[in-house]
C-alpha cells in the first residue's frame, strides 16, 4: 500500500502533493497521534497518517523538490521539538493492548509495532487478544471483512504463511457475498480469493457491477453515488487480483479530482469533511490507477 501512495504522490503536481504533505503533518496531535474527525489520537486514522507519511518522506527525499517535511501543529504556541516520525513513534510507545477497545484497533496497534521495529514482546502481547477480539465481533464485522483484516495482519508480522494461508481457506469457505453485500465485503472476499490463489472471477465480476457510470464505486448495489471508500478498495483489490481496469480509469480518475480539496480527499457522498481516512483512500486509489 505505501508503495501505492508513493505511486500517488508522483502523479501530483508540486503544488499539490505539498498541500497534501501539510494536510497530513497538520492532523497529527501534540502527543504524537493522528486524529480522528473528533480531534483525538486514534491508532484507525493514525494507521493512515503514519502510511502516507512513510510514503511523503520517501517523495521529499527524491530529486523533484527541495521541500522538507513541515514542522507538526504548526501555529501551536508550543511548537513540537521533535519531527512527526519521532513524535508518532513515541505515541506508539505509550500504547497499551488492554486500553485498545476494538479488533479493528488492535490490529492498527500490531502492524504499527510491527512497522516501527517495537520490541518482540510489545508485538506479541496484543496478538494474544486478536483471536478473542475477532469472536466477540462476530455480530458487528461481517466474517469476510474479519477474516481480510485478521490474516493481512497476521501475514504481515508472523513467519508461517503455510499455516495462515490454511487457515484462511478454511474460513474462506464460510464466507458469502453476493448482490446485497457492502462493495466493501465484496472487495475483501476478492482479495482474500486472491491471497489464497483460488478462482475468484466470479466476484470479481460481482465487484466491477458497483463501478458507476459517472466514475467510482457505490457502496451498494440501490445507491445512486460513489464514494471514496468502496472507489479505493475496489480498485485496490481488483489490482491486486490483476483484473483489467482500463475501462474504469478515466471516469474514476475524474471522480478522484472531483474530490480533492485543500490537501484533503473528500468521502465523495456529500460530506465535506477533510479528514485522514478519505485522504488515504483517495491516494491509494490515485496510486492503483497510475500503474
Not at 527541495?66 to 513524535?87: D, S, V
Not at 485543500?262 to 465535506?272: E, V
Request: proline share 4%; net charge negative; charged share 20%.
Amino acid at each position: 500500500m505505501t508503495g501505492l501512495l508513493r505511486n500517488a504522490f508522483t502523479l501530483l503536481e508540486e503544488e499539490g502533493w505539498e498541500e497534501v504533505m501539510h494536510f497530513v503533518v497538520s492532523q497529527q496531535n501534540p502527543d504524537g497521534g493522528f486524529q480522528d474527525r473528533g480531534g483525538r489520537s486514534d491508532l484507525y486514522y493514525s494507521l493512515f497518517g503514519w502510511m502516507m507519511l512513510n510514503a511523503m518522506e520517501s517523495e521529499v527525499r527524491s530529486p523533484k523538490s527541495e521541500a522538507t517535511l513541515p514542522e507538526p501543529f504548526e501555529g501551536n504556541p508550543q511548537p513540537a521539538t521533535r519531527n512527526p516520525k519521532h513524535l508518532f513513534q513515541q505515541f506508539i510507545s505509550t500504547q497499551s493492548t488492554s486500553e485498545v477497545p476494538g479488533f479493528i484497533e488492535r490490529c492498527c496497534l500490531v502492524l504499527l509495532q510491527k512497522d516501527l521495529k517495537a520490541g518482540w514482546y510489545l508485538r506479541l502481547k496484543p496478538l494474544w487478544s486478536l483471536g478473542l477480539s475477532f469472536w466477540k465481533e462476530r455480530y458487528s464485522i461481517n466474517l469476510s471483512y474479519r477474516s481480510f483484516v485478521l490474516f493481512l495482519t497476521l501475514e504481515a508480522v508472523l513467519p508461517f504463511s503455510g499455516i495462515l494461508k490454511s487457515a484462511a481457506k478454511r474460513m474462506l469457505l464460510q464466507t458469502h457475498v453476493d448482490e446485497n453485500s457492502p462493495c466493501s465485503e465484496v472487495a475483501a472476499k476478492v482479495f482474500l480469493e486472491k491471497m489464497m490463489n483460488r478462482d475468484g472471477s466470479g466476484d470479481q465480476e460481482l465487484l466491477k457491477s458497483f463501478a458507476c457510470e459517472s466514475g467510482g464505486f457505490k457502496a451498494f448495489q440501490h445507491l445512486q453515488n460513489a464514494d471514496m471508500l468502496s472507489t479505493a478498495v475496489s480498485l485496490f483489490a481488483l489490482n491486486f487480483a490483476k483484473s483489467d481496469l482500463r475501462l474504469f480509469k478515466p471516469a474514476c480518475l475524474d471522480f478522484i479530482q472531483e474530490n480533492y480539496a485543500n490537501g484533503a480527499f473528500l468521502s465523495g457522498d456529500g460530506d465535506l469533511t477533510e479528514d485522514l481516512e478519505y485522504t488515504f483512500y483517495g491516494l491509494l486509489a490515485l496510486g492503483v490507477l497510475s500503474n
